[in-house]
C-alpha cells in the first residue's frame, strides 16, 4: 500500500482548485483547439485532454476568475459542468511544451498581489508540478499554485515510518483479495440538487476523477470534512439522527446502484460491492444532505 504524502494543501486547494487527476506516461501528442459546435461536444471530453484549472476568488462577495490568455482554451459554464469543474480550460499546446502562465488580479490584505507558483496534480499520492505539457492518455487537470509571499514550492517529503497525513475528502477502499486499503481523493465539485450541503469551495457534491476498479467484496469507507459544520474529518454519514445511506439510480432507471453495492451503518459506515457482481470500473457521485445525516450514492459503470 502506498504511504500519502505529509503536506497541507488547505491554502493551495482553496484557491487554485480542489482535487486532481493521476496522470499516466502515454504518447499522445498536441491537443487539438476546439473548432466548430459539431466537434466541440466530443472534444471537451476526450480522454487525452489535458485540463488546466486557474482557480477563483471571491471579491466584495462576487466570484472572480483568474484567466489564461494563450496556449489553452476557455471553456463555457456548461462545457464546465460536463467536466465538473468551475472556470477550466483545455491546454491547446504540444507535449512537451512549455505550460502557459494564468494571470490574476488578486491581492492580500496588505495589497501585495498573488504570485504564479506552477501547475500541480497528485499522482501517486504524490503532489507533483509540471513545467511542460504531460504526455498523458487520461483527462489530466493540472491546478494553479497562488501565493501571496515569496515562498516556492520544494519537493515532495515523504513521512517516516507509517505517518499518514490524510486529505480533507476521500474515500477508503479495503481490497477484499488482499486486505490493504487504498486511499481515493475526492474533490468538491457541482449539483443541481438544491437541498445538498455545502462542503467548502460553494460546491455540494464530490467525486472521484475518473474511473476506479472494484472487485467482489470489496469496501468503501466515505470521509469528508464540513459535515454538521466541523472542519473535521469524518466518517459518513454522521452519526446523528435520521442516519442513512442512499442508493441513487438514474432518471431513467437503466442505472441501479443498489445492483453494485450493500450498505452498512453498522461501526464505521460502508459500502460492499456485491460479490455476485465481477471485476469492473465504475465512476461514484456521492452528496450529502440532512447536515451530512444522509449520504447519497450514485455508481456509473464503465459498460
Known amino acids: 500500500m502506498k504511504r500519502i504524502l505529509a503536506l497541507t494543501l488547505t491554502g493551495l486547494l482553496a484557491f487554485g482548485g480542489a482535487g486532481a487527476l493521476s496522470a499516466t506516461a502515454a504518447a499522445n501528442g498536441p491537443h487539438t483547439p476546439l473548432q466548430t459546435e459539431e466537434t466541440r461536444e466530443s472534444a471537451v471530453t476526450a480522454a487525452g485532454n489535458v485540463y488546466l484549472v486557474p482557480g477563483t476568488y471571491t471579491v466584495d462577495g462576487a466570484?472572480?476568475?483568474?484567466v489564461i490568455t494563450a496556449g489553452a482554451e476557455k471553456l463555457t459554464p456548461e462545457q464546465c459542468g460536463e467536466i465538473y469543474t468551475d472556470n477550466a480550460y483545455?491546454?491547446?499546446?504540444?507535449?512537451?511544451?512549455?505550460?502557459?502562465?494564468?494571470?490574476?488580479?488578486?491581492?492580500?490584505?496588505?495589497?501585495a498581489p498573488y504570485k504564479f507558483n506552477g501547475w500541480w496534480t497528485i499522482v501517486d499520492a504524490t503532489v507533483t508540478y509540471f513545467d511542460k505539457v504531460p504526455e498523458t492518455t487520461e483527462a489530466t487537470y493540472l491546478y494553479a499554485d497562488w501565493?501571496?509571499?515569496?515562498?516556492?514550492?520544494?519537493?515532495?517529503?515523504?513521512?517516516?515510518?507509517?505517518?499518514?497525513?490524510?486529505?480533507?475528502?476521500?474515500?477508503?477502499?479495503?481490497?477484499?483479495?488482499?486486505?490493504?486499503?487504498?486511499?481515493?481523493?475526492?474533490?468538491?465539485?457541482?449539483?443541481?440538487?438544491?437541498?445538498?450541503?455545502?462542503?467548502g469551495y460553494d460546491r455540494p457534491v464530490q467525486l472521484y476523477n475518473g474511473w476506479f476498479e472494484l472487485c467482489p467484496?470489496?469496501?468503501?469507507?466515505?470521509?469528508?470534512?464540513?459535515?454538521?459544520?466541523?472542519?473535521?474529518?469524518?466518517?459518513?454519514?454522521?452519526?446523528?439522527?435520521?442516519?442513512?445511506?442512499t442508493l441513487e439510480s438514474s432518471g431513467d432507471g437503466s442505472n441501479v446502484t443498489a445492483t453494485y453495492l450493500t450498505s452498512s451503518l453498522a461501526g464505521v459506515p460502508s459500502l460492499t460491492y456485491r460479490k455476485s457482481q465481477k471485476k469492473r470500473h465504475f465512476r461514484i457521485y456521492i452528496k450529502f444532505m440532512s447536515?451530512?445525516?444522509?449520504?447519497?450514492?450514485?455508481?456509473?459503470?464503465?459498460?
Open 63 to 66: 466570484k472572480t476568475e483568474n
Open 291 to 303: 447536515s451530512g445525516a444522509n449520504m447519497a450514492v450514485y455508481m456509473e459503470p464503465m459498460d
Open 147 to 199: 501565493r501571496a509571499d515569496l515562498s516556492q514550492r520544494r519537493d515532495p517529503v515523504m513521512p517516516d515510518g507509517d505517518t499518514t497525513v490524510l486529505p480533507k475528502y476521500y474515500m477508503s477502499v479495503k481490497r477484499a483479495a488482499t486486505g490493504e486499503e487504498e486511499t481515493l481523493m475526492l474533490r468538491v465539485s457541482g449539483t443541481d440538487v438544491g437541498n445538498a450541503d455545502t462542503l
Open 217 to 245: 467484496g470489496d469496501v468503501i469507507t466515505v470521509y469528508s470534512a464540513g459535515l454538521g459544520g466541523s472542519d473535521e474529518v469524518q466518517a459518513a454519514p454522521l452519526d446523528v439522527s435520521g442516519r442513512k445511506i
Open 90 to 111: 483545455i491546454c491547446t499546446l504540444a507535449a512537451g511544451e512549455a505550460l502557459p502562465v494564468p494571470t490574476s488580479e488578486r491581492v492580500d490584505k496588505d495589497g
